[in-house]
């Protein structure tokens, strides 16, 4: 009786346990929605890398006389989760002459899409 009731204990303290760890990660995945930042450019140059946190995302090869909006065209757009993050921003002017350089931090908020738009 005794090995009984303690084989239904540990069972029990199993299935305890997975329902937890179960629910434990459905809550981490609620909690880590991406959002999106867009970087975009006002000026007709040379495409302008995008680094966030060191890690390149793109080049900006169109420029927008106003704010075009998340995702546009020829515009940088990263996908991240909620947090604040080092930017930097360089031109591609190779040989001829010293680039541009924007840097910075952004802070991206879950389901949200933020834009920064960089001039000259």
Do not use: H
């Not at 995008?50 to 075009?68: A, E, L």
């Not at 930097?88 to 920064?116: F, H, R, Y």
Request: glycine letters at 10%; one cysteine or more; proline letters at 5%.
């Amino acid at each position: 009786m005794r090995t009984r009731i303690l084989k239904l204990n540990v069972l029990l303290l199993t299935i305890t346990l997975m329902i937890f760890a179960s629910c434990e990660g459905l809550l981490e995945s609620e909690n880590l929605e991406e959002g999106l930042f867009s970087f975009w450019s006002n000026f007709d140059g040379p495409p302008i890398d995008i680094f966030v946190d060191n890690t390149y995302y793109g080049s900006i090869n169109t420029f927008y006389s106003s704010n075009p909006g998340c995702e546009a065209d020829g515009c940088v757009t990263v996908a991240l989760a909620p947090g604040i993050y080092n930017f930097e921003a360089v031109e591609q002017v190779g040989n001829m002459g010293t680039p541009k350089e924007w840097d910075g931090t952004i802070e991206i908020k879950a389901d949200v899409c933020s834009t920064l738009g960089l001039s000259p």
